[in-house]
DNA sequence: ACCCACCCCTGGGCGC
DNA sequence: TGCGCCCAGGGGTGGG
């Protein structure tokens, strides 16, 4: 689950459904859930049980939950990865990778992966923010987001535009889909050259991603299947509101001619070709 | 110090 | 039915 809408989505399940409450039994289903806590599942699980959880944060499409012992429980949802708070003999789901149950003996929380790219680990000292997260940069949302400060960083880069708006320690948050909208909004290829980018219209590139990430949180993210979903197992309805991804060969809302989709960087793009010129030369 | 191609996985949908 | 592709909202890494 993905993008900044879908993963605050889950942040504030988190906040509701396990904050406040003590952890009480861990079990790790596949090792590859937890790869990236090198001291290895047991290790894991023996920083997890017995402490409270204090918070849940969110920085990009990283989570966190502080504990009461000063660590942090991180987590990267990856592309599939969903974090559910559920009863707990509801029976195992079949990606079920990491169970954590609860003193208190009520609803569990499950990390669920299909492909596993996602994970949790634990971070020593995280609290604040985890030493594995400090390269991501804020998000567009971030009340202590600098934005000249990403209008110049954007500025200085020699690539595309959509390649700036993936890169996660320029501005968080942002993925493919969103990438694409925000594209969309501003009249801008995403192979348009970052250095060529003039103020103003990456001050307007920043405020149509406030916008589009904003709204699409309103609506609970975007959710093309089950695999999207909050902590509660419920879709987001911002799919309906897209204008550009997912929707090659159907009509630009704004001038009804059919969209483009083009691959770079591996991934597909959409574009209006009418509003969103192609570059002459492409990055 | 960049930038980019590649890799990590599973499963659904498609054409043959 | 089955096989082989292609595709999918992620990030880290190693090489250029």
Known sequence: MPELPEVEVVRLGLERGV??????????????AVRRHEAGAQDFADLLVGRRVEAARRRGKYLWLPLDSGDAVTGHLGMSGQLLVVP??????????????????????????????????????GAELPSTIRHIARDPLDPEFDDELFVGRLRAKTTGVKRALLDQTLVSGIGN???????????????????A??????????????????????????????????????????AHSLSAYGRAGQPCPRCSTPIRREVFMNRSSASCPRCQPRPRHPR
């Open 177 to 195: 889909i969103y990438a694409d909208e925000v594209l969309w909004r501003v009249g801008l290829h995403g192979g348009r050259a970052t250095e």
């Open 19 to 32: 904050v406040g409450r003590t952890i009480a039994a861990v079990d790790v289903h596949h090792p590859r």
């Open 197 to 238: 980018v003039t103020r103003p219209k990456a001050r307007e590139l920043l405020a149509h991603a406030r916008e589009v990430l904003a709204e699409s949180l309103a609506q609970g993210g975007t959710s093309f299947d089950a695999l999207y979903v909050s902590t509660e197992g419920v879709s987001g309805l911002f």
């Open 88 to 125: 707990p003999d509801k029976p195992a789901e079949t990606h079920l990778r990491i169970r954590l149950g609860f003193a208190d003996r009520g609803r569990e929380l499950r990390f669920i992966d299909q492909r596993t790219f996602g994970g949790l680990q634990v971070v020593a000292g």
